[in-house]
């Protein structure tokens, strides 16, 4: 058996657990906050049996796409922030980040 941990951002989210839904993967669902930007993810704990991991990946991947946008960089700490003048950066965000890890044991009560 095996946990996986998907890390998607919010506006993802929905359509992505309706989608295991679907299939019938069962999700738990943990409002997250990433630490670049500051904003809310959306983290799924998806426990499943191990010939089913490729099929929810493909579904995490379907499900979670990635796109730019433009960020105001954060002021310099302890700097002189007179002459600091921000330009907005374009960076890409969105997609999932996600883990797979080993279940030695699952109990449900």
């Known amino acids: 058996m095996k946990l996986i941990l998907a890390v998607v951002e919010d506006k993802d989210s929905n359509r992505?657990?309706?989608?295991?839904?679907?299939?019938e993967f069962k999700t738990t669902k943990l409002s997250t906050t990433?630490?670049?930007?500051?904003e809310g993810n959306t983290t799924l704990m998806i426990g499943c049996n191990d010939d089913a991991v490729d099929e929810a990946l493909a579904i995490?991947?379907?499900?979670?796409?990635q796109r730019e946008?433009?960020?105001a960089p954060i002021?310099?700490?302890?700097g002189n922030a007179d002459s600091y003048i921000p330009q907005p950066i374009n960076i890409e965000v969105g997609g999932a980040t996600?883990?797979?890890?080993?279940?030695?044991q699952f109990f449900q009560f």
């Open 60 to 65: 995490i991947k379907r499900n979670s796409s």
């Open 34 to 38: 990433g630490g670049f930007l500051k």
């Open 98 to 104: 996600v883990f797979v890890l080993p279940v030695d």
């Open 16 to 23: 992505l657990i309706d989608a295991l839904g679907k299939e």
């Open 75 to 78: 002021s310099p700490m302890g």
């Open 69 to 71: 946008q433009m960020v």
